[in-house]
């Protein structure tokens, strides 16, 4: 008789912010970026693009437990093959 193998249920909004480069650092984006920029420099503006390295032990421990298939998907989804 075969055990049953369970899968744990990944954190969908976790999984959404937080992406896994190629080397295995867990990086973020920035906040602020949707509405209430008109004040904000251009220069301001084009930070908010780049990808920040999460930074905390614990942090990077509590976003691997949320979302424990997350190293699997390290591109884009959109250019990911279809299997």
């Known amino acids: ?4 193998k369970f899968r744990m249920k990944t954190h969908k909004a976790t999984a959404k912010r937080f992406r896994l480069t190629g080397s295995g650092k867990l990086v973020r984006t920035k906040g602020g970026k949707s509405h209430l920029r008109r004040r904000t420099s251009a220069r301001t503006k084009a930070k908010f693009t ?5 930074q905390g032990k614990a942090l990077q421990k509590r976003i ?6 997350m190293s699997k ?5 959109a250019t990911r093959t279809a299997k």
Do not use: G, S
Request: aromatic share 10%.
């Open 1 to 4: 008789m075969a055990v049953k």
């Open 50 to 54: 780049e990808m920040i390295p999460v």
């Open 73 to 77: 998907y390290r591109a884009n989804p």
């Open 64 to 69: 691997r437990q949320l979302a424990p298939y």
